[in-house]
Nanobody, 123 residues
């Protein structure tokens, strides 16, 4: 059974920083894509940042220049969030795609596994 274990969320003041972590467990092969999406109350889930198997990254317009996605092995991904704003408040979800699962890494449809989410609140 594949699981995505997220951590690092919390409450922070505007201008502060947080670092989210996500580890994929139970996937035999390395995922094709991993990333972070977020969903604020009453809003659709949106892309924050993604990274593929060769390290190519993409960012949503709202976070580009403030957030950085990285990985230190093929099954753990991080999201460094600097300059946080109240509008960054949301549940942050980490998805992963199995190696043969199709779709673009920067689209929600490109993922077949999702974590439970970690809350980020900026005041």
């Amino acid at each position: 059974q594949v699981q995505l274990v997220e951590s690092g969320g919390g409450s922070v003041e505007a201008g502060g920083s947080l670092r989210l972590s996500c580890e994929v467990i139970g996937l035999v092969d390395s995922p094709r894509c991993m990333g972070w999406f977020r969903q604020a109350t009453g809003e659709e889930r949106e892309r924050v940042a993604t990274i593929d198997s060769v390290g190519f990254t993409t960012y949503g317009d709202a976070v580009r220049g403030r957030f950085t996605i990285s990985k230190d092995n093929d099954k753990t991904v991080y999201l460094r969030m600097d300059g946080l704003k109240p509008e960054d408040t949301a549940m942050y979800y980490c998805p992963a795609s199995s190696p043969r699962f199709g779709g673009r890494c920067d689209f929600r449809s490109g993922y077949n596994y999702w974590g439970q989410g970690t809350q980020v609140t900026v005041s």
